[in-house]
């Protein structure tokens, strides 16, 4: 396949892409497969001769679209929405067709100065202080990572980045809600998950500020060393939000570096009325958001705002000679603010995407959302048989099958996997409280207020005879 072969197949990729998404509500949400058969139609080795591009399509035709998850799909309410919104795709054609290395600003101005532009934007956007500047990674969980190791390195005094860790046992604090990509992240950071602190959260499953300041002292006092505090803003499993800004003020009391994860929550950040969910965020060191998640920037584009870029840098920047270059002065080399070397054009879908739609026409899709989702949720409160667990924050609530006389816990999970094989929609669950709960989390580009409410219909039809 040479280019003038790609020119005939691009264009026959993007009729595809129209059919699949035109037809999307046709399929059902998720794959429908068995572990092992994609594999199975696969021969187990490589051609040794060329095969023509008519024979790959056809085995991608055939094989792939039935064995996948549709995560475009409007009735797709798993896990959180990973958008891809067309202006979002088309970029990504444009950025493929480049395929440059954007790894310093000389590799690839264009990619360097759009990624400060973009992330100036998008940091108006949600109503951050002009103080922050951003940058892109592929995922949150870099983000994470790439603060926890700046907590590490502060807290050493840099030491950690020559000798490693010499006996000091650093801690870092989070409370029960917040992402695995913490843990991750602690044990990545030679830290290790036994000083990850759990600290209590209150009724409404937010990080309690006393209890944070208390297991600081508690630290301090057997000669531990304290680092840093990750909070959360939208929890993963039900959408918690620490309280921010009471507890920045008591990391800053005791001298530690504050992360946010608000990995799906940013997002709404466009719309002024949901960021008292963050108040006192302006306090924040560092802050990921994930414009694919419900920005329509698809994965993979992770934007991580910091106060002061420099601890950061002073962690994870390294200028080999090999990677100098003129007027460094002048220019920015992302790849000092983050963990791989190489880097992907992201900025270029955030660009397209914020241009295409604009921010009013965002701000009313997460509202529909949100909206829609308290909607719902009342439908089932007003259900027989049907418990709302953790209430609606933002796009998010829990809930479970409680029929009369019946198992909850055995009933709840039964009715998730009668919906999942059933196709129309797709549900995840999560654990509340130790017991089974279902997760519904609207946010797709094309849902629609009918296709949030089949939820309710297909959850209550499926519960027949449960
Ligand atoms: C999705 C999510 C993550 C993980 O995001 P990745 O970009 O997939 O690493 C972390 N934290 C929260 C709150 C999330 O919603």
Redesign the pocket.
Known sequence: MNHDDLRYWSKRAADWTHEYHTGLRRRPVRARTVPGAVAARLPAAAPETPEPPEAIFADFEAIVPNAMTHWQHPRFFAY?PANAAPASIWAEQLANAMAANCLIWQASPAATEIEQVTTGWLRRAVGLPSGFVGTIHD????C?LSAVITMRDRATGWASTQDGLTGQRLRIYASAQT?S?VDKAVRLAGIGQANLVKVDTDTEYRMDPAALDAAIRADLAAGHVPAGVVL?A???SIGAFDPIGDCVEVAKAHGLYTHV????AGSAMICPEFRKLWAGIEGADSIVM?P??WLGAQF?C?VQFLADPEPQIRSLGLRPDYLRSDAEDEIVNFNEWTVPLGRRFRALKLWFVLRAYGLAALRKRIRNHVAWVEKLAEVFRATPGFDIVTEPRLALFTFRHAPRGGDADAATERLLARINDDGRIYLTQTRHEGRPVIRVAAGTFDCTEDDVMSVHAVAVELAGGL
Do not use: E, I, L
Not at 139 to 142: F, L, N, R, Y
């Open positions: 959180f995922s949150a969980t870099t994470t992402h990509s959360c939208g929890g993963t994860d608000a990995a799906w994930n694919h998640k993979d992770s």
